[in-house]
């Protein structure tokens, strides 16, 4: 079982990742501070280990606890991971895909999600 403090510095540890990639890609493309499509992005989290997270679950409320929201469609959602300061969807979409890694490396199954602005 995961506990809270567990997801919380799981969570701290993806938006740590998330942020450091969504810098490394906007300074090598956008080195100059140069803007492309505006936008947002996220990370969905649907299963661990395999199965599907349910909100009235253990882990379901381990992650709302955690600060993971549980969206319309009942999938756990965590927006804009890297907190970057910049509404280039293709920066914070390179951020969301760092933080989907990470959630991966500990048996989820986590995808980035985007869309323009």
Known sequence: MTTVNELK???R???EAAYEAADRFENTHF???????C???WVDIYEHEGKK???N?????????AGIAQDWKRTFSLWNPSKYPTQNVD???AGARAAADVFKQYGFTAYAGSRLD
């Open 39 to 41: 936008g947002f992005a």
């Open 53 to 55: 997270i349910k909100g």
């Open 91 to 93: 920066t914070l979409e």
């Open 31 to 37: 080195p100059n501070g140069g803007w492309g499509a």
């Open 13 to 15: 540890e993806a938006t």
């Open 57 to 65: 679950t253990k882990l379901g409320k381990a992650l709302k606890a």
């Open 9 to 11: 510095a799981m969570i």
